[in-house]
């Protein structure tokens, strides 16, 4: 079992920056692609981006490509979801997520991890 805790949520002005963090337990994730996903009220939870369990392959949703980054440090066992230019829309509850495969179409689908964390909330004002 792998137990993921998302932090660094909070309020934030449109335009500004967040990083949130992904410290998961109970295995290292050197052998997970680990990814981020994210539901805002009223919406279907929606992938935001995936790193390889390697780290030389990232992807990410068009709507925040250029924006977001993606990163893994295995030795913390930690994820790192970089957000800048942050826009209204991005207003929403982001799930860190871990699988031991790498499953690229099941990702955009809005699925396709083992295990997910509870969530952290980003809130971004107009």
């Known amino acids: 079992q792998v137990q993921l805790v998302e932090s660094g949520g909070g309020l934030v002005q449109a335009g500004g920056s967040l990083r949130l963090s992904c410290v998961a337990s109970g295995r290292t994730i050197n052998s997970y692609s680990m990814g981020w996903f994210r539901q805002a009220p009223g919406k279907e939870r929606e992938f935001v981006a995936v790193?390889?369990?390697?780290?030389?392959?990232?992807y990410y949703a068009d709507s925040v490509k250029g924006r977001f980054t993606i990163s893994r440090d295995n030795a913390k066992n930690t994820v790192y979801l970089q957000m800048n230019s942050l826009k209204p829309e991005d207003t929403a509850v982001y799930y860190c997520?871990?699988?031991?495969?790498?499953?690229?179409?099941?990702?955009?689908?809005?699925?396709?991890?083992?295990?997910w964390g509870k969530g952290t909330l980003v809130t971004v004002s107009s």
């Open positions: 790193i390889h369990w390697s780290g030389g392959s990232t």
């Open positions: 997520a871990a699988d031991r495969l790498y499953r690229r179409t099941a990702y955009v689908a809005g699925g396709g991890m083992d295990y």
